[in-house]
């Protein structure tokens, strides 16, 4: 069976919850930014019902905080959390595992395009935002590519616009 991973932490900690995920051997995610508060931070607060009153008290006294997901094997949930919990220590973080009855992906008319080799890099180097010698990952994909660092979990995005083939000189 498969597993929707859900981790929720507080924006400083993301570099560490994604590098942590991508140790442990997750292939994908999707990230998602929200304003979240726990009960803690709301105790003593009463909240009046109108709309416009909820959402400037969320807005003021929220945190800025970033949930990410990740669709795993069963078998392998263990040993995320296990990376998560010791690479969070000390942290602020919320991990939910939801089950996949199943999935149903649809193409449209389109047939399945094939996709080219994806590279994945490795290179220590100083980071562009910490200024620390810290490892930089580097994903290659046909028309984009990624360097994040290991360190801070800063990330550049890049599009491709083109390729050269077979350039003359």
Sequence with gaps: ????????????????????????????????????????????????????SAISLIRDMATDAVLVCS??????VDGIVDALTESLKGEKYTILEVPIRRIIVNYG??????????????KEVECFYCGEKATQRIRIDTNRAKIWCTNCG???????KGSEKGAAR
């Design 1 to 52: 069976m498969k597993v929707h991973l859900r981790v929720f932490v507080e924006v400083e900690n993301l570099g560490k919850a994604m590098n942590a995920l991508t140790d442990a051997g997750i292939t994908g995610f999707y990230v998602l930014e929200y304003k979240g508060m726990s009960p803690q931070d709301w105790k003593g607060f009463s909240i009046k019902e109108d709309p416009k």
């Design 154 to 160: 800063a990330a550049r995005h890049y599009t491709i």
């Design 71 to 76: 669709v795993v094997e069963e078998e392998k």
């Design 109 to 122: 008319d389109q047939e399945k395009v094939e996709r080219a080799e994806t590279w994945l890099l490795e």
